[in-house]
């Protein structure tokens, strides 16, 4: 496994480096101890799927404050999809930034999200599958999100949403709330 640090303090990308042979590949695509080795500290006691039907689904932009901040590891496990993370965390020298790249399954990539971070993603595929393991459980009635669109941000999406649930399209603007 490769981690790749981003501009973001805390923000990675994790490249697996699959075997590959006659049968297909094999590649380990999480490891605590390779976390650690990375200085990455992070328990999963919580592992979600979100299955996403059509190409553009927006889901997004989601965040959880303390004392229930969540980091996120997160991949592609069938498909395509547009990924972001927004730094959120008061006084960081990249607060109101972001990075995006494209999770790809058959690239098997992957992005650590550290807590105090916003996440989202736009499908570029239809039938796109995304793997998030947790670093604590979620806590219902905690989670926050703003706006995909946020002018506040200038995220540069390669498209429009198809699909958006009504919840994240009428989030507020980040200076508003």
Request: aromatic share 10%; glycine share 8%; proline share 7%.
């Amino acid at each position: 496994m490769r981690f790749i640090p981003q501009k973001i303090a805390g923000v990675f990308v994790v490249e697996a480096d699959p075997h590959r042979d006659d049968r297909g590949s094999f590649a380990r695509i999480f490891c605590a101890e390779e976390f650690v080795k990375a200085g990455i500290d992070f328990v999963s006691p919580q592992i979600n799927l979100s299955g996403n039907a059509k190409r553009h689904t927006l889901r997004g932009l989601h965040f959880q404050n303390p004392p229930h901040a969540e980091a996120k590891f997160v991949r592609a496990v069938r498909g395509r999809a547009f990924d972001v993370v927004v730094d959120l965390r008061k006084g960081s020298p990249t607060e109101h930034q972001w990075i995006s790249l494209t999770l790809d399954a058959r690239a098997m990539n992957a992005v650590f999200v550290p807590e105090g971070c916003a996440h989202g993603f736009l499908t570029l595929e239809d039938d796109t599958d995304i793997l998030y393991q947790m670093g604590r459980p979620f806590v219902d009635g905690q989670g926050q999100g703003v706006r995909w669109n946020d002018p506040a941000f200038a995220i540069n999406w390669p498209a429009a949403p198809a699909v958006i649930s009504d919840r994240d399209a009428k989030y507020p603007d980040y200076g508003n709330r």
